[in-house]
Protein backbone atom coordinates (compact mmCIF):
# COMPACT_ATOMS: atom_id res chain seq x y z
CA UNK A 1 0.00 0.00 0.00
CA UNK A 2 2.82 2.10 1.33
CA UNK A 3 4.45 1.49 -2.01
CA UNK A 4 1.47 1.95 -4.33
CA UNK A 5 1.06 5.44 -2.58
CA UNK A 6 4.81 6.67 -3.20
CA UNK A 7 4.56 5.37 -7.37
CA UNK A 8 1.64 7.47 -7.68
CA UNK A 9 2.92 10.97 -7.52
CA UNK A 10 6.23 9.35 -9.05
CA UNK A 11 4.05 8.65 -12.42
CA UNK A 12 2.40 11.61 -12.68
CA UNK A 13 5.42 13.32 -12.34
CA UNK A 14 6.70 11.17 -15.27
CA UNK A 15 3.54 12.00 -17.26
CA UNK A 16 3.79 15.48 -16.79
CA UNK A 17 7.28 15.52 -18.32
CA UNK A 18 6.63 13.23 -21.39
CA UNK A 19 3.88 15.70 -22.16
CA UNK A 20 5.99 18.40 -21.99
CA UNK A 21 6.70 18.75 -26.06
CA UNK A 22 5.71 21.97 -27.66
CA UNK A 23 7.49 23.88 -30.59
CA UNK A 24 9.69 26.06 -28.45
CA UNK A 25 10.98 29.46 -29.10
CA UNK A 26 14.35 30.41 -27.01
CA UNK A 27 15.43 33.63 -26.39
CA UNK A 28 18.69 34.72 -25.32
CA UNK A 29 17.41 37.91 -23.44
CA UNK A 30 14.24 39.48 -21.77
CA UNK A 31 14.52 42.67 -23.62
CA UNK A 32 15.35 44.45 -26.63
CA UNK A 33 16.93 48.03 -27.39
CA UNK A 34 15.04 49.84 -29.83
CA UNK A 35 16.05 50.59 -33.25
CA UNK A 36 18.74 47.52 -32.99
CA UNK A 37 18.00 43.67 -34.41
CA UNK A 38 17.40 40.86 -31.78
CA UNK A 39 17.56 37.19 -32.03
CA UNK A 40 15.68 34.21 -31.11
CA UNK A 41 16.30 30.48 -31.93
CA UNK A 42 12.96 27.92 -32.95
CA UNK A 43 13.68 23.90 -32.10
CA UNK A 44 11.25 21.25 -32.49
CA UNK A 45 10.67 18.76 -29.56
CA UNK A 46 12.06 14.66 -29.94
CA UNK A 47 9.81 13.14 -33.17
CA UNK A 48 9.90 10.46 -34.98
CA UNK A 49 9.21 9.73 -39.12
CA UNK A 50 9.20 13.71 -39.80
CA UNK A 51 9.43 14.50 -43.81
CA UNK A 52 8.32 18.13 -43.62
CA UNK A 53 7.12 20.99 -41.17
CA UNK A 54 5.65 24.31 -41.68
CA UNK A 55 5.75 26.23 -38.51
CA UNK A 56 4.01 29.66 -38.40
CA UNK A 57 5.59 32.35 -35.84
CA UNK A 58 3.29 35.08 -34.42
CA UNK A 59 4.12 38.57 -33.02
CA UNK A 60 2.40 41.23 -31.74
CA UNK A 61 3.24 44.37 -29.88
CA UNK A 62 1.80 46.81 -27.12
CA UNK A 63 1.70 49.87 -29.27
CA UNK A 64 2.84 50.62 -33.03
CA UNK A 65 2.14 49.36 -36.31
CA UNK A 66 3.55 45.62 -37.13
CA UNK A 67 5.45 45.34 -40.41
CA UNK A 68 6.68 49.05 -39.48
CA UNK A 69 7.23 50.17 -36.19
CA UNK A 70 7.92 45.78 -35.41
CA UNK A 71 8.48 43.21 -37.75
CA UNK A 72 10.45 40.11 -38.56
CA UNK A 73 13.33 40.38 -40.79
CA UNK A 74 13.40 37.94 -43.49
CA UNK A 75 17.25 39.39 -44.84
CA UNK A 76 18.86 37.67 -41.48
CA UNK A 77 16.31 34.76 -40.33
CA UNK A 78 17.90 31.65 -42.01
CA UNK A 79 17.40 28.16 -41.09
CA UNK A 80 19.64 27.29 -38.38
CA UNK A 81 23.27 26.84 -38.83
CA UNK A 82 24.42 23.72 -36.74
CA UNK A 83 21.68 21.43 -35.33
CA UNK A 84 19.47 21.60 -38.17
CA UNK A 85 16.52 19.24 -38.17
CA UNK A 86 17.12 17.76 -41.96
CA UNK A 87 20.22 16.97 -43.27
CA UNK A 88 19.98 19.60 -45.95
CA UNK A 89 18.62 23.25 -45.81
CA UNK A 90 18.09 23.34 -49.63
CA UNK A 91 14.53 23.54 -49.65
CA UNK A 92 14.02 25.86 -46.48
CA UNK A 93 11.75 28.30 -46.98
CA UNK A 94 10.35 31.82 -45.14
CA UNK A 95 7.68 34.15 -45.68
CA UNK A 96 6.20 36.81 -43.83
CA UNK A 97 2.28 38.23 -44.07
CA UNK A 98 0.48 40.70 -42.00
CA UNK A 99 -2.30 39.22 -40.16
CA UNK A 100 -3.39 42.84 -38.94
CA UNK A 101 -2.41 46.28 -38.08
CA UNK A 102 -1.05 44.42 -34.98
CA UNK A 103 -0.12 41.22 -36.06
CA UNK A 104 2.68 39.58 -38.24
CA UNK A 105 2.98 36.22 -39.36
CA UNK A 106 6.88 34.53 -40.44
CA UNK A 107 5.94 31.04 -42.04
CA UNK A 108 8.84 28.49 -42.23
CA UNK A 109 8.93 25.13 -44.20
CA UNK A 110 11.14 22.63 -45.51
CA UNK A 111 10.94 18.78 -46.45
CA UNK A 112 12.72 15.96 -46.59
CA UNK A 113 11.53 13.01 -48.92
CA UNK A 114 13.83 10.69 -47.50
CA UNK A 115 12.13 11.04 -43.68
CA UNK A 116 13.97 11.35 -40.28
CA UNK A 117 13.77 8.09 -39.34
CA UNK A 118 17.04 6.52 -41.84
CA UNK A 119 19.39 5.79 -39.07
CA UNK A 120 16.28 4.70 -36.45
CA UNK A 121 16.90 8.09 -34.26
CA UNK A 122 14.24 10.64 -35.58
CA UNK A 123 14.39 13.84 -34.67
CA UNK A 124 16.65 14.46 -30.91
CA UNK A 125 16.76 17.25 -28.61
CA UNK A 126 19.90 19.14 -28.55
CA UNK A 127 21.08 16.77 -31.75
CA UNK A 128 19.08 17.89 -34.60
CA UNK A 129 16.00 19.82 -33.17
CA UNK A 130 17.18 23.07 -34.68
CA UNK A 131 14.75 24.62 -37.46
CA UNK A 132 15.84 28.33 -37.26
CA UNK A 133 17.76 31.47 -36.30
CA UNK A 134 14.61 34.81 -36.61
CA UNK A 135 16.15 38.19 -36.67
CA UNK A 136 13.40 40.65 -35.51
CA UNK A 137 13.38 44.37 -35.95
CA UNK A 138 12.14 47.62 -34.46
CA UNK A 139 12.65 51.56 -35.11
CA UNK A 140 14.19 53.29 -32.56
CA UNK A 141 11.06 55.38 -31.50
CA UNK A 142 9.45 51.76 -30.58
CA UNK A 143 9.65 51.41 -26.88
CA UNK A 144 6.73 49.00 -25.92
CA UNK A 145 6.46 45.12 -25.63
CA UNK A 146 6.37 42.18 -27.99
CA UNK A 147 4.67 39.35 -27.96
CA UNK A 148 5.70 35.94 -29.94
CA UNK A 149 3.95 32.38 -30.05
CA UNK A 150 3.33 29.63 -32.31
CA UNK A 151 0.04 29.29 -33.99
CA UNK A 152 -0.51 25.73 -33.18
CA UNK A 153 -3.65 25.63 -35.24
CA UNK A 154 -1.27 25.71 -38.63
CA UNK A 155 1.24 23.63 -37.54
CA UNK A 156 2.43 20.67 -39.60
CA UNK A 157 4.93 18.02 -38.87
CA UNK A 158 4.20 14.94 -41.61
CA UNK A 159 5.64 11.73 -42.66
CA UNK A 160 7.70 11.75 -46.10
CA UNK A 161 4.40 9.88 -47.24
CA UNK A 162 2.93 11.40 -50.54
CA UNK A 163 -0.25 11.50 -48.74
CA UNK A 164 0.17 14.05 -46.12
CA UNK A 165 0.15 12.22 -42.70
CA UNK A 166 0.98 13.79 -39.98
CA UNK A 167 3.66 11.90 -37.32
CA UNK A 168 2.67 10.23 -34.52
CA UNK A 169 4.03 12.71 -32.14
CA UNK A 170 1.80 15.71 -33.34
CA UNK A 171 -1.19 15.56 -31.12
CA UNK A 172 1.01 16.01 -28.22
CA UNK A 173 3.10 18.40 -29.85
CA UNK A 174 -0.13 20.63 -30.73
CA UNK A 175 -2.03 20.24 -27.53
CA UNK A 176 1.64 21.07 -25.60
CA UNK A 177 2.42 23.98 -28.53
CA UNK A 178 -0.77 25.65 -27.40
CA UNK A 179 -0.76 25.56 -23.51
CA UNK A 180 2.60 27.76 -24.02
CA UNK A 181 1.66 30.79 -23.23
CA UNK A 182 3.04 33.90 -25.28
CA UNK A 183 6.17 34.96 -24.93
CA UNK A 184 7.15 38.93 -24.05
CA UNK A 185 10.50 40.94 -24.38
CA UNK A 186 10.35 44.65 -23.65
CA UNK A 187 12.42 47.54 -24.52
CA UNK A 188 15.62 48.45 -22.67
CA UNK A 189 14.92 51.30 -20.37
CA UNK A 190 17.41 54.20 -22.23
CA UNK A 191 18.82 56.86 -19.83
CA UNK A 192 17.52 59.91 -20.40
CA UNK A 193 19.67 63.01 -21.51
CA UNK A 194 19.79 64.58 -18.03
CA UNK A 195 20.75 61.47 -16.49
CA UNK A 196 23.41 60.60 -19.04
CA UNK A 197 24.96 64.43 -18.67
CA UNK A 198 24.79 64.01 -14.86
CA UNK A 199 26.95 60.39 -15.33
CA UNK A 200 29.17 62.54 -17.90
CA UNK A 201 29.93 65.00 -15.30
CA UNK A 202 30.54 62.32 -12.38
CA UNK A 203 33.25 60.26 -14.49
CA UNK A 204 34.97 63.79 -15.48
CA UNK A 205 34.97 64.80 -11.28
CA UNK A 206 36.44 61.17 -10.80
CA UNK A 207 39.00 61.70 -13.61
CA UNK A 208 39.76 65.36 -12.22
CA UNK A 209 40.57 63.52 -8.26
CA UNK A 210 42.40 61.14 -9.74
CA UNK A 211 44.96 63.56 -11.59
CA UNK A 212 44.86 65.39 -8.54
CA UNK A 213 45.68 62.42 -6.30
CA UNK A 214 48.62 61.47 -8.91
CA UNK A 215 50.12 65.19 -8.86
CA UNK A 216 50.16 65.56 -5.57
CA UNK A 217 51.58 62.12 -4.79
CA UNK A 218 54.51 62.86 -7.20
CA UNK A 219 55.41 66.16 -5.38
CA UNK A 220 55.33 64.46 -2.45
CA UNK A 221 58.26 62.17 -3.89
CA UNK A 222 60.00 65.10 -4.70
CA UNK A 223 60.26 66.28 -1.51
Known amino acids: MFLRLLLIPLMALMATVASSAPVRLLFPDSTFTPGSQFFFSVELPTATNLGSYQIDL ?22 AMTGYVFPSDGQFFDTVNLDSAMSQRLTLSDINFDGMDVNGAGVVSGTNDAIANIVVSTLPTFSGSLMFSVDADALILDTPDLTPTSINEFATIQADTVAVAPQTVTAAAVPEPSGIAMLAVAAVGVLTLRRRR ?7 KLR
Open 58 to 79: LLSGSSGTAGVDYFFDLAGTDA
Open 214 to 220: KIAFGES
